[in-house]
């Protein structure tokens, strides 16, 4: 089971600088397209996969070179402890959902089937998207609309959903659709909706506090000379990541030495993050709002 044709695949692992006998990390295995590849350039060397959706069991590769952890990435330095795989010399990180994820309609993360509205990345949290639509505060409901959509109407967005909950529960998509229809602007339906389920599947799942977790403890997992090689896919985490990378905080605080030379863990690699070129972008339409970021660390 292949979840999507893995992207920017030869920026990543050019961007790993694999050594053979390396240990390295592949955060976000789901179809395994990254890590198969890694896998190619390793002779006595490790890869640690992470994935924490049961179907990404379905496509570990047969290699004895190869350990799987079924857990989330925020669990990052306690396995590779465990496997006695730290340091590692490279980290990889494919952040957002799965083609496959998409495409299953049962999981909720499309806005183009009716199922229940799930939206969970591991099936064993006990959060969904519904409990978040008809549990929360009509606050906190702005708040997520605002910060993780990016909405400008989610104040409207957040007491229509709370009057319509009151009638009757919102328990699918398109229970979901419907109630919120007439605010969706003209000509913009899709990405609009888009933007509402990327804010409850970003909340779900807690993916920005994860991604922050993950990458403190990237940063200590590094060797010296090791390489942190992150594709993001909205800017909420591309600002995480550029931030972390440049300054080594998130708010992008910039700190100076004597000399006035910016003290950071790391050293950039590509100043401008790596998009997909035309080729790429005909072949692999996933990759179209991809940006990849690649670090050294000192």
Avoid: W
């Avoid at 060797?223 to 990541?241: A, I, N, T």
């Amino acid at each position: 089971m292949i979840y999507h044709d893995p992207v920017l695949l030869q920026e990543c692992i050019e961007g790993l600088a694999i050594k053979p006998e390396g240990s390295y990390v592949d955060v976000t295995f789901g179809g395994g397209g990254h890590s198969r590849e890694i896998l190619k350039h390793l002779t006595t060397g490790k890869l640690v996969g992470f994935d924490q959706d049961d179907d990404a069991i379905n496509n570990i590769p047969d290699d004895p070179n190869f350990i799987f952890v079924k857990h989330n990435f925020r669990f990052l330095n306690n396995f590779l402890k465990y496997h006695n795989q730290f340091p590692v010399d490279g980290i990889l990180a494919d952040l957002g959902i799965s083609s496959h994820q998409i495409d299953t309609p049962e999981r909720g993360f499309s806005t183009r089937f009716d199922a229940d509205l799930d939206l969970r990345m591991n099936v064993n949290n006990p959060r969904t998207a519904a409990d978040v639509v008809n549990q929360y505060e009509e606050a906190d409901l702005r708040k997520i609309f605002h910060l993780y959509g990016e909405l400008p109407n989610a104040g409207k967005l957040a007491s229509t959903l709370c009057a319509s909950r009151n009638n009757s529960e919102i328990k699918t998509t398109n229970d979901l659709k419907a109630a919120i229809q007439h605010l969706l602007p003209r000509g913009r339906e899709q990405k609009t909706l888009a933007m509402i389920f990327q804010a409850l599947r970003i909340e779900v799942n807690e993916e920005l506090e994860v991604l922050q977790e993950m990458l403190i403890q990237g940063l200590e997992a590094l060797k010296p000379g090791g390489r942190f090689v992150v594709m993001s896919y909205h800017s909420l985490e591309d600002r995480l990541v550029k931030n972390f990378f440049k300054t080594g905080n998130f708010e992008g605080e910039v700190k100076q030495d004597f000399f006035g030379n910016i003290e950071s863990p790391f050293t950039v690699v590509n100043r401008k993050p790596i998009v997909a070129g035309t080729k790429e972008l005909e072949r692999n339409p996933r990759s179209r709002s991809a940006k990849l970021r690649i670090v050294e660390k000192r």
